[in-house]
């Protein structure tokens, strides 16, 4: 039987050659984007920040990335962060539909160009971003996770949710500096270097307070991979 | 389907909990403001529950589509679970979802005397098809009306809808594009005054609105199951409901199992056609407009290749001139493009002839401002995709197709955009193009429908000219 493959997102028919070589990879999961949805798609390259991969027109660190580094609280809690895309109109709404419509499959669309990266990052355990219980069962899985498992990586739950409180009553600045939103579990992590996955890089706060707990408990380094740089 | 159901303990129930699903299906995450009390309906009986997908079904969409469906490690169940792509748009139905359904004492309509507030006359021909609407109200039974562009359409529904509300029953007037439930709204509030309407599209606010009276784009009707005893399908050959085959499923499913369904087109597919023809489904047909003038017929004209001309910066000869006659005159136009790259690529080509020349798509941000500035002569004229085949009413349009031989340009598409030209009682007459690199099956079916149409009126003496 010809079994026919079609775009993750657009859902218009692959061309054949994908079609050929996904029938001899056999197995092989055929979630790909077609060549027109990936040419939608903004790679990072060229300068960029160093820790954070920002697209900047000189390499060095920017300036959101050196505020963070002159805290002593903050300070080597991320050492790199890398992003696959630019968070455009189109990406925005893949992921829109990925996160908010809980389009599950949609990351496993990015398999190769994660992949790629990874090879880039040096690390010991992986170590999935948890959510909220509430937001948890709205959406019914976790999207870092998820992100791991699109690049075939067994997830270390080192981290667990403190109980929520209501995020939106503070001041952004009290957000980012003072409240503490993950605890440490049972894993032991200590000299070990950790790799961290969320879909979009946005302020870093997210990684950088999971970071920080990891750090306390002995982690040594902490990279992460997004999607998207906004 | 299986309804799973416990018997029937009687409670106080909730009417705002029956009003809201009544007619529906619907999951977990739609019913927020009911979450507290859901329990106790289902326990009590007084809401039932089928499964969201079951054996490579979708329950709400249809869809069997193996591509169209995804796995997923899944919170709510624990396991690998799989989940609709189709219809994700509206929140996802999973292999553990439960789509909801009231199963307590029917919703009961006041009855209404008369519902219709409308003092407009009806033409003989729009009469004559109104009444064929309201034996099949009355019949429960299927009925095709076929009216040329400008015929009047949604007047011959009035008597049929106030029929049907008149007795209790729910309606539905479903459409395939939001743009015709936008416009048929307020025509349908105005003219059913004391009558619970909701206008529903994506993103529409009248969303968790009852409404005795249902607009709504096809899409929206994933959210029904066994609601409407009069089922309306506007421009039933129109994208997306010819090529979906869940926007179909959606328009069965929402029915009741004893209704009506009435299909309004202007240009039926030949399977209707066909249908009509063998005697197994009703139709009424209108050959007319309402203004009595018959339909511009178009005119094929050869424009060499047209592709190569562009590619050398320069507009086919006989597309300038045609061109040229509309701008010397102030004629608003609508010259329309097989497609979006062909035509902002000519776009620097056209806006030399005048600056003010824009063209709009489907993805087009600003197209009703476009259109609205074509209506009041603001820019002398639009390149359009086929976007705009349907809908438009501007008075003294005229309009061409480049390059009619392309596959997107259908029999029914070309009648009408065909149909755009000569609407108005003021000007009922106009120029329509269709240029071309070689004439098709297509562009000669539309010519000769047309002619036909206008034939078919002149026999039954419904033209004055
Ligand atoms: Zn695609
Ligand atoms: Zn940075
Ligand atoms: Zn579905
Ligand atoms: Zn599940």
């Known amino acids: ?230 | 389907m299986k309804i799973h159901l416990k018997p029937l303990i009687p409670f106080s129930f909730s009417t705002e909990l029956q009003i809201y699903l009544t007619g529906r299906a619907l999951p977990y995450d739609e019913l927020t403001d009911f979450h507290p009390i859901l329990e106790k309906h289902i326990t009590s009986g007084y809401v039932g529950w089928m499964d969201g997908l079951s054996q490579g079904t979708c329950h709400r969409c249809g869809n069997t589509e193996s591509h169209l469906f995804g796995e997923m490690p899944c919170s709510r169940c624990g396991k690998t679970c799989t989940y609709c792509r189709k219809c994700i748009m509206m929140g996802r139905v999973n292999a553990c979802s439960r789509l909801h359904v009231w199963t307590g004492p029917h919703l009961e309509y006041l009855l209404k005397e008369e519902p219709l507030k409308w003092s407009g006359k009806l033409s003989p021909q729009q009469a004559e098809a109104s009444r064929k609407a309201i034996e099949a109200v009355k019949t429960h039974s299927i009925l095709l009306i076929w009216a040329v562009c400008g015929a009047g359409k949604t007047e011959i529904l009035f008597e049929a809808i106030a029929e049907a509300i008149h007795t209790g029953k729910r309606v539905c007037l479903a459409a395939p594009r939001t743009d015709v439930v936008l416009e048929l709204g307020p025509r349908l509030k105005a003219a059913f005054p004391g009558i619970e309407i909701a206008v529903l599209y994506g993103g529409s606010e009248d969303r968790h609105h009852h409404g005795q009276l249902v607009i709504s784009t096809t899409h929206q009707l994933y959210r029904y199951r066994d609601a409407f005893d009069l089922m309306i399908i506007d421009e039933v050959d129109a994208f997306p409901f010819s090529g979906d085959p869940s926007l179909e499923y959606a328009a069965q499913k929402s029915r009741r199992e004893t209704s009506s369904l009435i299909y309004l087109t202007a240009t039926p597919s030949s399977e209707f056609k066909a249908r009509v023809k063998k005697g197994v489904l009703d139709a009424a047909i209108i050959p007319a407009r309402y203004h009595r003038h018959s339909i511009p017929v178009p005119e094929l004209s050869w424009c060499g290749n047209w592709e190569k001309s562009f590619a050398k910066k320069t507009i086919p000869k006989a597309v300038s001139k045609w061109l040229a006659e509309r701008l010397q005159f102030s004629t608003p136009f609508l010259l329309f493009f097989p497609n979006i790259k062909i035509m902002e690529e000519a776009l620097p080509l056209f806006q030399r002839l005048h600056p003010d020349i824009q063209y709009v798509h489907a993805e087009d941000p600003n197209r009703k401002e476009k259109v609205q500035s074509l209506r009041e002569n603001k820019v002398p004229g639009l390149l359009t995709t086929t976007i705009l085949e349907r809908g438009v009413t501007i008075p003294r349009l005229e309009a061409a197709v480049l390059g009619t031989e392309k596959p997107i340009f259908t029999e029914s598409a070309l009648v009408q955009i065909a149909g755009r030209v000569g609407r108005s009682a003021d000007h009922p007459t106009g120029n329509i193009s269709f240029f071309h690199y070689g004439k098709t099956e297509e562009m000669l079916d539309a010519v000769s429908h047309i002619k036909q149409m206008n034939a078919e009126a002149k026999r039954r003496d419904l033209i004055v000219e």
Not at chain 1, 179 to 185: A, I, Q, S, Y
């Open chain 1, 1 to 230: 039987m010809w079994n026919k493959s079609y775009c993750l997102y657009c859902e218009l028919p692959l061309e054949e050659e994908t079609t050929w070589k996904s029938l001899f990879l056999g197995d092989e999961k055929k979630n790909e984007f077609c060549t027109e949805c990936l040419m939608k798609l903004q790679a990072i390259e060229g300068k960029r920040c160093k820790i954070c991969s920002r697209p900047q027109d000189e390499e060095g660190i920017c300036r959101d990335c050196q505020r963070w580094e002159e805290d002593p609280a903050w300070q080597g809690v991320l050492s790199r962060n890398l992003s696959l895309y630019t968070y455009n109109e189109f990406l925005k709404e893949l992921m829109a539909r990925y996160k908010y419509r809980g389009d599950y499959i949609l990351i496993f669309g990015f398999k190769k160009q994660l992949k790629k990266i990874l090879a880039e990052v040096t690390f010991d355990l992986a170590v999935p971003i948890p959510l909220s219980k509430e937001r948890l069962f709205e959406r019914g899985f976790n999207q870092s996770e998820a992100g791991l498992a699109a690049m075939d990586l067994r997830p270390i739950y080192a981290l667990k949710r403190k109980h929520s409180e209501k995020q939106s009553k503070k001041s952004r600045e009290e957000r980012i500096h003072l409240e503490e939103v993950f605890l440490p579990t049972e894993e032991d992590i200590s000299g070990k270097n950790i790799l961290l996955f969320d879909d979009i890089y946005t302020t870093g706060s997210t990684l950088r307070h999971a970071g920080r707990v990891l750090k306390e408990s002995g982690a040594l380094q902490i990279s992460s991979i997004t999607i998207a740089r906004s």
